[in-house]
């Protein structure tokens, strides 16, 4: 069972720690999309010596297979570079057409620099909101976890401004659908309790500080609790977030971005995982950006990105046996 990675940035790290846990881990159900010179040369500025061939090569201990996809110009540590925009979005193509095809059990990204591929012309916000558009789905959830906490997002990647009109019932009942059923479904918890952040602050203090949790967030929790979810709040963001209420939590839904996500990156930076919930494939990633900084110098953190494969690792099983069950009930 192949799992996809993605270096993501040739100018970040995701290129270090993809080979940095190559020369630690059993590779051998790696395929590693990207530029094999991108590769090779950043092995040899690391110092790691490592044995990489074609993607069809049979697996190996110790062999680390790459389809090749072409940098448009070459790669330097640390130095952006928009002519190499969309080279990232192709490898992102090649891991999304693999898992959709089966020949990827799940596809576990490195980080981009969204900043760039705009900067190249290209309208992109994350990964999530172009895996939801490049599988065709309607709605996907950010989810990130570490031991001890998952949060997932009402809303994503988008300026704050434009937070509480995002907001709708339609969107928050799409959210909490797909939370409630993967935590259900890929996460094995029958009868999740999911915790959901008010907006404003003070949850809004009774329509003092704010109409969405009147509005909006009440009548949405209501009427899901009448389908059977078990939900707590809206409760006040500041005040969730300790242990008297986590510790009765499977999941936390955040209204936005950086209400939930400073939290999480505070118990769990470098160990965390990034889930993409709702799509049709599976999809995990680090908890970290490009860390344009660290990029070269062998000194990149690999713990989120050995988390984000044993979790794509871990999901791909899951799923295999929910099939392997639904033919054998089938057959039965
Ligand atoms: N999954 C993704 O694609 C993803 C996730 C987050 C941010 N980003 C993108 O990354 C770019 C840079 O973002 P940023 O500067 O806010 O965050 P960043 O995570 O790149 O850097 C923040 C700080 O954390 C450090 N850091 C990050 N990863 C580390 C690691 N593995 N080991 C040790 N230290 C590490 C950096 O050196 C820096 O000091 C932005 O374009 C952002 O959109 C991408
Ligand atoms: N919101 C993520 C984080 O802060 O870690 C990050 O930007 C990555 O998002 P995508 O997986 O959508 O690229």
């Known amino acids: 069972m192949d799992i996809a990675i993605t270096p993501g940035e040739p100018a970040g790290i995701g290129p270090d720690l993809v080979l940095q846990l190559a020369s630690q881990q059993d590779c051998s159900h790696w395929v590693v999309i990207a530029d094999p010179g991108l590769m ?39 130095q952006l570079d928009h002519r190499n925009a969309r080279y990232v979005l192709n490898t992102l193509d090649v891991a999304i057409d ?13 980080p981009v620099q969204k900043s760039i591929i705009n900067e190249a012309g290209i309208a992109f916000s994350g990964h999530t909101e172009y895996l939801q558009q490049r599988c065709g ?5 950010m989810m990130l976890a570490t031991p001890g906490l998952r949060v997932t997002l009402a809303t994503t990647h988008l300026p704050l401004r434009d ?5 709708t019932g339609q969107t928050l009942e799409q959210v909490l659908y797909i939370t409630h059923s993967s935590l259900i479904q890929q996460f094995g918890i029958p009868k999740p309790r999911i915790l959901v952040c008010g907006l404003n602050p003070h949850a809004g203090e009774s329509g003092h500080l704010g109409h969405e949790e009147i509005d909006t967030i009440i009548p949405v929790l209501e009427q899901l609790r009448q389908q059977g ?57 680090v908890d970290h950006g490009t860390a344009l900084d660290l990029a070269g110098t062998g000194k990149a953190d690999t713990g989120s990105l050995l988390t984000a494969i044993h979790t794509a690792q871990a999901m791909a099983q899951t799923a295999l046996g929910a099939t392997q069950n639904a033919t054998g009930a089938n057959h039965g």
């Open 40 to 78: 090779q040369q950043r092995a040899a500025q690391l110092g790691l010596s490592l044995d990489m061939t074609d993607w069809q090569a049979a697996p190996a201990p110790g062999r680390l297979r790459i389809q090749p996809v072409q940098l448009d110009n070459p790669a330097q540590p640390g």
């Open 98 to 110: 693999g898992c959709r095809d089966g020949r990827f059990a799940a596809m576990v990204t490195c």
């Open 137 to 141: 789905v309607e709605k996907v959830v």
């Open 163 to 167: 937070v509480a009109d995002a907001i």
């Open 229 to 285: 979810m078990d939900l707590m709040g809206p409760l006040p963001a500041d005040t969730l977030f300790t242990p008297k209420y986590l510790q009765q939590a499977d999941a936390v839904l955040a209204m936005y971005h950086d209400q939930g996500l400073p939290v999480l990156k505070h118990m769990g930076f470098g160990n965390a995982v990034n889930i993409t919930l709702g799509l049709p494939i599976i999809r995990t990633s």
